[in-house]
């Protein structure tokens, strides 16, 4: 059985860090590319962040890629993001996601065609 389970959540002040987990189980973690999706309240799927199967090679939204750093310990079927300088707009659920394929925006499909998926984490930011 598939299970992706997210945690590191939680409240944090403006300009305070996060640091998310995700585990895997259930599948070859190792030959997956690994994803972070976001989900703000009223708003569709947001791509963060994905890091290929051996976690060399990393793309960030760039509204992002300087606060949010992902990464990934195939040893233990893990994956992180590692979030700084938060802002209250990043306020949203966390979702880790997997997939075979490499997807990344603006390409469709958007984020919902990935194959695994967690049960989020929530992230609130307040000013």
């Known amino acids: 059985q598939v299970q992706l389970v997210e945690s590191g959540g939680g409240s944090v002040q403006a300009g305070g860090s996060l640091r998310l987990s995700c585990v895997a189980s259930g599948f070859t973690f190792s030959r997956y590319w690994m994803y972070w999706v976001r989900q703000a309240p009223g708003k569709g799927l947001e791509w963060v962040s994905v890091t290929n199967s051996a976690g060399g090679t990393s793309y960030s939204q760039d509204s992002m890629k300087a606060r949010f750093t992902i990464s990934r310990d195939n040893a233990k079927n893990t994956m992180y993001l590692q979030m700084n300088s938060l802002k209250p707009e990043d306020t949203a659920i966390y979702y880790c996601?997997?997939?075979?394929?490499?997807?990344?925006?603006?390409?469709?499909?958007?984020?919902?065609?990935?194959?695994?998926w967690g049960q989020g984490t929530q992230v609130t930011v307040s000013s």
């Open positions: 996601a997997a997939d075979l394929r490499f997807v990344w925006a603006p390409a469709l499909p958007g984020p919902s065609s990935l194959k695994y």
